[in-house]
């Protein structure tokens, strides 16, 4: 089999102001980085709206509708932004997610990368926060259990940020288990390592500034990786942040390319051994451009190696 590559021009039509970091030049970079890659590449439909209602009540949804401009673009705060084309763009991330889903559960691929705009992973149930509109992932996670009726999942966040939006989605769900690795401190302020969730089923790992590769990884490996072979997940999702870069300019942890194979090599031993590979992965952040292509492509060309 091969990875699917899950994408779609509609994500270019996310633009916030000039000078913001999460801007439409990242699509074009990890696009570009994967270009020579044998990846079976495929179109982002359009999510349905129940699936973005798993996790979004219809108010939130409505009223994400009625702010949305004709032109330019207004601030819902002092970060994110809905542009004209922002919503289409959230859509079809959700729609890129579930479409990976599918792709893996049915062994159409062996794993997935839905190269995404806007990032998802700190949109609460009512609040868009952080760059993002929808909880991406949250809702994919949501989709394998309820659509496809699977028993547990475990969703895997090493974006440099705190998945404050995925947590709080999914943390009073004793099926799905969540696992972040982020700095700490830094915005925005959640993700406490004594911050189990309600069932026991979320595992925060706080790093210091300046935590290279290797201290990830051993955080990963001391704290996450038993959890999630004891949770047994049929599927595992990822939150694919790359802004834990050294050369990353919203952060402050040291992570080399490679690391980030390294890390996603030791996914695919997990999922290898759990779920027979099932590995769905989703961009979240990095603002570097180089940084995060070259995180990406190392990440993807990873999962490319492993599902063959």
Aim: negative net charge.
């Amino acid at each position: 089999m091969t990875t699917a590559l899950i994408c779609h021009p509609e994500f270019l039509g996310h633009i916030p102001p000039p000078g913001h970091p999460e801007r439409v030049a990242r699509y074009d970079a990890v696009l570009g980085a994967l270009h020579d890659m044998d990846l079976l590449q495929v179109r982002a439909p359009l999510a349905a709206e129940e699936d973005i209602l798993r996790v979004h009540p219809r108010s939130y949804v409505d009223d994400l509708k009625r702010f949305a401009p004709e032109g330019g673009w207004r601030a819902i705060d002092s970060d994110t932004y809905l542009s004209a084309g922002s919503l289409a763009a959230a859509w079809r991330a959700v729609g890129a997610a579930t479409r990976g889903v599918d792709m893996v559960l049915a062994g159409e691929a062996a794993n997935a990368f839905a190269l995404t705009r806007p990032p998802g992973h700190h949109a609460e149930a009512e609040t868009a926060m952080g760059f993002c509109l929808f909880g991406t992932v949250a809702a994919a996670a949501k989709y394998a259990l309820e659509h496809h009726g699977l028993e547990r999942v475990a969703i895997l966040d090493f974006d440099v940020h705190h998945g404050n939006g995925t947590q709080a989605l999914v943390e009073d769900d004793p099926r799905i288990l969540f696992c972040s690795s982020h700095e700490w401190p830094l915005w925005p302020g959640t993700g406490a390592a004594t911050d189990t969730g309600p069932h026991g089923t979320v595992v925060n790992m706080t790093l210091p500034t300046g935590t290279d590769g290797a201290g990830l990884i051993a955080a990963w490996e001391r704290d996450a990786f038993p959890r999630i072979a004891a949770h047994k997940p049929q599927l595992i999702l990822v939150s694919a942040g790359f802004d834990a870069h050294r050369d990353d300019p919203l952060a402050g942890l040291r992570l080399e390319t490679e690391d980030f194979a390294t890390l996603t090599g030791r996914i695919c031993d997990l999922a290898d051994h759990l779920c027979s590979g099932r590995v769905v992965s989703a961009l979240e952040g990095g603002y570097d451009l180089d940084a995060l292509a070259a995180g990406a492509a190392a990440h993807v060309r990873t999962l490319e190696e492993r599902g063959r």
